[in-house]
């Protein structure tokens, strides 16, 4: 079972205590003659995924309703259609994911989140592979958004990567997080025109790719995951597809951590697919080379073989200054240290040892 979150953070915005939300379904349902006998503890269940029987889904939205004063549907506190979180328009993703990262802020214990698997691990990357896109990403109402405010977010996502690389992710977590709910949200919930949204989707992204980081550096697989899927949601939203590839790239690299090498195939192709001319060479290089890594993990040697040509050929071609922030990760080296682990995996040791050292070398210069 997956915690609602969604129920969790409108509970908590309407200013409710469990207890208090029990109390009021309790006397709905008395006053209808559909008495019930909930407590806090009932509550609790299903913030950590049980669903309420019968009519009481209904009730909760009415509550919450009047509340808020603004319409609450069964999507909103995580009690629709179970496939309803797919393809979900843009309001209703940005509702979904601030609803996380204010779990996440409050401290609510999210680590043991499961990993989404099977269809449901796939389909965020087929989304952002396949139409529909956004025509029109502009919002009218709320306090305007600027490009000030865009250059913030991206000053932000610089800073927290410096700070995850200097310190770790559990030290960097809670504070891109922090900064996630008390200045992304209010410009996600702005006004903004469809250049200006889509600049600043692809800033929260960056920002949502970093908090996935932290939680993947955590051992927090299921929360990084889902970061991870927003940031590519984002990227989606801002048309951004060199940014897609690299959300892409992040997601491949988790799935080789957890050996799922098929999928780590298919993301790696995905994103080599999609992103077409747009990927930058030093990210083709990667998507290449962890391509390489599975196949060698499945011991398919031809094809591990193949892709190590091509993360070699395609390397020659990366100019760091052309590259995007993001793909600083590539340093001297770092091709040659990975090329030595899929060889390793093959069992060809003489090479492997030989790209090791290549790669030491690579690094002493580089220092």
């Not at 950590?48 to 009481?56: D, I, S, T, W």
């Not at 979904?96 to 099977?118: F, H, K, N, V, Y």
């Not at 396949?130 to 991206?154: I, Q």
Request: with cysteine; net charge neutral.
């Amino acid at each position: 079972m997956e915690p609602n979150i969604l129920l969790n953070a409108l509970i908590h915005e309407a200013g409710m205590s469990r207890a208090g939300l029990a109390t009021r379904i309790n006397r709905l349902g008395h006053n209808s003659g559909k008495p019930t006998r909930y407590d806090h503890t009932s509550v609790g269940r299903w913030m950590k995924g049980q669903r309420p029987r019968g009519y009481v889904p209904e009730i909760i939205c009415e509550l919450l309703s009047e509340r808020l004063s603004r319409r609450i549907t069964l999507e909103d506190i995580g009690m629709g259609r179970p496939d309803s979180t797919h393809g979900a328009p843009l309001s209703g993703f940005i509702a979904r994911a601030t609803a996380l990262w204010r779990s996440d802020q409050e401290g609510r214990d999210l680590t043991d989140t499961p990993l989404i698997a099977g269809l449901n691990a796939v389909a965020p990357v087929w989304e952002w592979e396949n139409p529909p896109d956004d025509t029109d990403v502009s919002r009218p109402s709320g306090p305007r958004v600027g490009a000030e405010d865009v250059t913030m977010l991206r000053t932000a996502r610089r800073h927290y990567e410096s700070m995850y690389r200097q310190v770790g992710g559990v030290t960097t977590r809670v504070r891109v997080v922090r900064f996630l709910v008390e200045h992304t949200v209010p410009l996600l919930r702005g006004s903004y025109s469809d250049r200006t949204g889509r600049n600043l989707f692809r800033a929260a992204g960056g920002l949502a790719a970093i908090a996935g980081l932290c939680g993947y550096d955590s051992d927090a697989h299921g929360l990084a995951q889902r970061y991870f899927h927003q940031a590519l949601r984002l990227a989606k939203a801002s048309s951004d597809r060199r940014f897609g590839g690299y959300v892409v790239a992040l997601l491949v690299n988790q799935a080789m951590f957890l050996r799922e090498y098929r999928q780590a195939i298919g993301f790696a192709e995905a994103g080599l697919r999609s992103a077409g001319s747009h990927i930058s060479p030093a990210l083709r290089t990667d998507l290449f080379v962890m391509q390489a890594k599975a196949f060698a993990g499945m011991k398919a040697v031809r094809d591990a073989h193949h892709c190590m040509a091509l993360a070699e050929q395609t390397a020659t071609r990366i100019r760091r200054e052309d590259e995007p922030p993001e793909t600083e990760y590539m340093q001297p080296g770092l091709l040659e240290a990975q090329l030595a682990e899929a060889l390793i995996s093959l069992g060809d040791l003489e090479p492997a040892r030989e790209y090791a050292e290549e790669a030491v070398r690579a690094q002493g210069v580089s220092s």
